[in-house]
């Protein structure tokens, strides 16, 4: 087996890897500080759907409630209107479309999250490549110096550094990816919570139900 194409990326040190982390962390910013405005939209618009439709699905005005739900454009709406659409069709039928609604809402809220997470628990180890590189480096150099050991000591200095690089793009990324993750079940939460309004109305108006027999 030919190893030149192995001992020659070894040699070449670890600067193409900090390159490489400093790149990521650049991109890293950029995702976090986008789904950050995209959740804080969507919690918004959730918060106005939630004011908007509650009331009249209390009072089973299913009608006025999908039509307040409709000029809101969210996750949370399109889930909703899941559930309103349905909801004559009985709980079952209901829930198979509002499960369908939600699948596509959460790949839309945690679009570019899978980044962040894989870069946040990749990083040290990316790092960690980038100091043996720039260890096996020094000691090559070292092998053709005569400065002996300062100019050791100097190269291994050097090659720790991307170390701490990548524990520094791994940590804020890591955190915001937990932090936007919270956001995002925080969000398909209160939306659940809408179209589970919508079920106990339903169920309280179907046949032979205790609610249904009471309201009679």
């Given at each position: 087996?030919?190893?030149?194409?192995?001992?020659?990326?070894?040699?070449?040190?670890?600067?193409?890897?900090l390159y490489a982390?400093?790149?990521?962390?650049?991109?890293?910013?950029?995702?976090?500080?986008?789904?950050?405005?995209?959740?804080?939209?969507?919690?918004?618009?959730?918060?106005?759907?939630?004011?908007?439709?509650?009331?009249?699905?209390?009072?089973?005005?299913?009608?006025?409630?999908?039509?307040?739900?409709?000029?809101?454009?969210?996750?949370?709406?399109?889930?909703?209107?899941?559930?309103?659409?349905?909801?004559?069709?009985?709980?079952?039928s209901m829930q198979?479309?509002?499960?369908?609604?939600?699948?596509?809402?959460?790949?839309?809220?945690?679009?570019?999250?899978?980044?962040?997470?894989?870069?946040?628990?990749?990083?040290?180890?990316?790092?960690?490549?980038?100091?043996?590189?720039?260890?096996?480096?020094?000691?090559?150099?070292?092998?053709?110096?005569?400065?002996?050991?300062?100019?050791?000591?100097?190269?291994?200095?050097?090659?720790?550094?991307?170390?701490?690089?990548?524990?520094?793009?791994?940590?804020?990324?890591?955190?915001?990816?937990?932090?936007?993750?919270?956001?995002?079940?925080?969000?398909?939460?209160?939306?659940?919570?809408?179209?589970?309004?919508?079920?106990?109305?339903?169920?309280?108006?179907?046949?032979?139900?205790?609610?249904?027999?009471?309201?009679?």
């Open positions: 087996m030919n190893l030149d194409f192995l001992r020659t990326l070894a040699l070449t040190g670890g600067d193409w890897v982390l400093l790149l990521s962390s650049v991109i890293s910013i950029g995702i976090i500080l986008e789904r950050y405005w995209v959740l804080s939209v969507e919690r918004k618009r959730l918060n106005l759907v939630t004011a908007a439709a509650s009331k009249h699905i209390e009072e089973n005005n299913f009608a006025e409630a999908a039509a307040k739900t409709k000029k809101v454009e969210c996750v949370a709406s399109s889930v909703l209107m899941a559930s309103l659409r349905y909801a004559q069709t009985g709980v079952v198979e479309r509002v499960a369908i609604a939600k699948a596509k809402g959460q790949y839309t809220l945690n679009r570019r999250l899978l980044f962040l997470g894989t870069l946040g628990s990749n990083a040290p180890f990316i790092g960690l490549f980038g100091t043996v590189l720039g260890v096996i480096k020094a000691f090559h150099d070292l092998a053709g110096s005569k400065e002996g050991a300062d100019a050791a000591m100097s190269g291994l200095s050097e090659a720790l550094i991307a170390t701490a690089v990548g524990l520094i793009v791994a940590i804020p990324a890591l955190m915001a990816f937990n932090f936007l993750n919270k956001r995002v079940d925080d969000i398909m939460a209160d939306a659940d919570s809408l179209v589970q309004l919508v079920t106990s109305r339903i169920t309280l108006e179907q046949p032979g139900s205790s609610g249904a027999s009471q309201e009679k």
